[in-house]
């Protein structure tokens, strides 16, 4: 039963990684995207901070700076898929953050 549940969570990570990408940021051509969007903190699987943009796409960076760690920042970054990598927060796609600079309304 728990091996079951174990895979019914990874099967969802997956689905996740695959579809929660809106396709509207441009994918540039080493592959990297830009993004703007508001940093967010999410209390489940022990809290972790992402970036969320106005078309309610959700990136979970791997290398959020602590400067950047703040709930409601809104910011610009350049980032990178990693297709490759799972995480237990199954908020979205997983990225590096190649570069990131906050954007002052």
């Known amino acids: 039963m728990r091996s079951l549940r174990l895979l019914v969570v990874i099967a969802g990570l997956g689905v996740c990684v695959v579809g929660c990408r809106s396709g509207t940021e441009p994918i540039l051509a080493d592959n990297t995207q830009v993004v703007t969007g508001t940093v967010r903190f999410f209390q489940f699987e022990g809290g972790f901070y992402a970036i969320r943009t106005g078309s309610n ?20 970054a ?11 927060h199954g908020a979205g796609q997983i990225v590096d953050i190649e570069s990131i600079e906050p954007l002052w309304n």
């Open 57 to 76: 796409v959700v990136y979970d960076p791997t290398n959020l700076a602590p400067d950047f760690q703040h709930d409601g920042l809104r910011v610009r």
């Open 78 to 88: 350049r980032i990178l898929p990693r297709n490759d990598l799972v995480s237990a």
